[in-house]
Nanobody
Framework: QLQASGGGLVQPGGSLRLSCEASGITFNYYTIGWFRQAPGKEREWVSH???????LYADSVSGRFTISRNNAMNTVFLQTNDLKYEDTAVYYCAADIVVLRPSETFEYGYWGQGTLVTVSS
């Protein structure tokens, strides 16, 4: 079970910290991915962090977003900075232990409910 939070309304150039809290799983064994889905578009991969803290980012967010995890809190964070209009989307976190292609939605068995990020002036 995953619970995403931290979304909201922010102006261009602003920041938000998204959280994904897990329960009912041995969190530190899991790869956690963040995806987003804008209105009328397919869900797309944003970033992921593995059980050994290896991270990767989509080109569209590289240098602006940072993913991290706190295993003691069973939580993964996505720090989003310098937000742009095109970052507006529902952001979802996902988890699984064996993730061979972390950018693919089908690799993840657990999904959170999503948190809405709206970038608007």
């Amino acid at each position: 079970q995953l619970q995403a939070s931290g979304g909201g309304l922010v102006q261009p150039g602003g920041s938000l910290r998204l959280s994904c809290e897990a329960s009912g799983i041995t969190f530190n064994y899991y790869t956690i991915g963040w995806f987003r889905q804008a209105p009328g578009k397919e869900r797309e991969w944003v970033s992921h962090i593995t059980s050994v803290n290896s991270t990767l980012y989509a080109d569209s967010v590289s240098g602006r977003f940072t993913i991290s995890r706190n295993n003691a809190m069973n939580t993964v964070f996505l720090q989003t900075n310098d937000l742009k209009y095109e970052d507006t989307a529902v952001y979802y976190c996902a988890a699984d232990i064996v993730v061979l292609r972390p950018s693919e939605t089908f690799e993840y068995g657990y999904w959170g409910q999503g948190t809405l990020v709206t970038v608007s002036s």
